[in-house]
Structures are given as C-alpha cells and as structure tokens.
C-alpha cells in the first residue's frame, strides 16, 4: 500500500452519509443493502464499526462489522472495493486491518461473513463476480460453514437466498474432531447462537422451512467447516438455481 493510501475508522454521520453513497450504494443490489440510518446508528451506539481505506480520490474501499450478539461472533456485514480500485491489493490490505481490529476490539472467535455462491448469483460489472469474490476469501483463508445459509429480510423485502456463510477467522481451539471424523465448529455452543441472532431470536413468527432447516444444520453437534473449493457440497436455501438476479 502507498504511502498516499490510509486506512481509519469512520465514526462522523457526514462521512458515514458519503461513504455509504460511494461504496456501498454502489457495491451491493438494494435487496442486500441496509439504510444509511441503520450505519449511522449502529456507529453511534459502538455496535457497528466503519473501516474505510482512502487515497487522494476518496473512500476506495470500506469494512463494516457489527457483533452477533449474545453469541460471540462478529459478522463482516459489508465489505467492498471501488470498482475502478479493484485489483490492486487495496481489498487485501483493508481485510488484514479489518481481522486485526476485530480481533483486538473484541475478541471474538469467530469472524463471519455472507456471500453470493457463484451457482446461485451471477456477476455484475455494477456489483462484482461472486466468483472472483470467493476466490478473494479463499487466499485469505476462509471456509465455509456447512449451512443452508440465506440473508434474511432487510425491512420490508425479501431474503436473499443462494448464500453462503464463510468463517473468516476462527480461534483453531474451537475446531473439533466429531467420532465419524468429521472436523468443524461446535453447533449449540457456538454457531447456533450466530444464526439466531442473524434471525431473530426468538423466532418470529411465521419462521418458514428454510429458516427452520437453517437452524436445525447450526444446532448439530459438529458444523463442518468446507474449503472454498469445495463450497458446492453445502447445501443451498432453495433447491435449484434462480434466474440471475445480481
């Protein structure tokens, strides 16, 4: 990174308005886009935390984290690169600081984030490839968890199904070993707790079958932990491909 390029956190509702209108408004289709008052809020409440990487030509790419409480995991909520700026290593550099801050602020043993599988979503010049988005995760070591993982609703529009879960950072003595050889992240004491925060809990009502299937995978014993490679032996939220929304 050059000696032009800084990485700070955001905290002012100004930035946060311009930084929003910049990355993220333009980065993610509107039905996986939370309102700018959501970002604004959270920042003010400490729940949320803004990293932005900036050059001479503004915001190039920006972190949003929120935890997923009362588990104790933290959700990579957004994160993303200005188009014109992808490529370039700036992503990387965000993501290591990103890890760190997290990691230093609250320690938490599991960094999590949701992205579009590259059978379910396909790619935009406005919105990215969810390809080469997987393949970003995976030179930094992400694994996906064995979920049937969908987005729930933001407000009033609809979940976001063909998701995956991707474990970021996962303390390693968390990792356990099952009879069968099964190797992953315990589901009721770890995982479970994630998803319903993501969720709700409790369940609302009217809590469908995919959101029911969701939560009997996270509350097995053992949650596999996949390579990225080999994200298609997770199972999807809907049993055949829709048309390209993204």
Do not use: C
């Amino acid at each position: 990174m050059s000696a032009e390029v800084t990485i700070r956190p955001v905290t002012d509702p100004t930035e946060l308005h311009e930084v929003y209108a910049a990355l993220l408004a333009l980065s993610f289709p509107p039905s996986e886009l939370v309102p700018t008052d959501w970002l604004i809020d959270g920042v003010a409440s400490g729940a949320v935390s803004v990293l932005v990487t900036e050059d001479e030509s503004g915001p190039v790419a920006i972190a949003v984290t929120e935890p997923l409480e009362p588990s104790a995991a933290v959700l990579l909520t957004y994160f993303a690169t200005r188009a014109d700026r992808r490529g370039q290593g700036l992503g990387s550099t965000l993501f290591k600081a990103m890890v760190t801050a997290v990691r230093e602020r609250t320690h938490a043993p599991l960094l999590v984030a949701e992205v579009e599988r590259p059978d379910r979503h396909t790619g935009s010049e406005e919105f990215g490839d969810p390809s080469a988005r997987l393949r970003f995760y995976d030179r930094h070591g992400a694994r996906a968890l064995d979920l049937p993982y969908f987005q729930p609703p933001i407000g009033d529009g609809n979940p976001v199904h063909g998701m995956l879960l991707l474990a970021l950072h996962v303390d390693e003595d968390l990792i356990t070993t099952g009879q069968d050889g099964t190797t992953g992240l315990p589901g009721p004491a770890l995982v479970s707790a994630a998803i319903d925060s993501t969720l709700g809990d409790p369940p609302p009502e009217g809590d469908g079958p995919a959101a029911a299937a969701l939560r009997a995978a996270a509350a097995t014993p053992i949650v596999r932990v996949i390579p990225l490679e080999d994200y298609q032996q997770v199972s999807s939220s809907e049993p055949d491909p829709p048309d390209a929304t993204t």
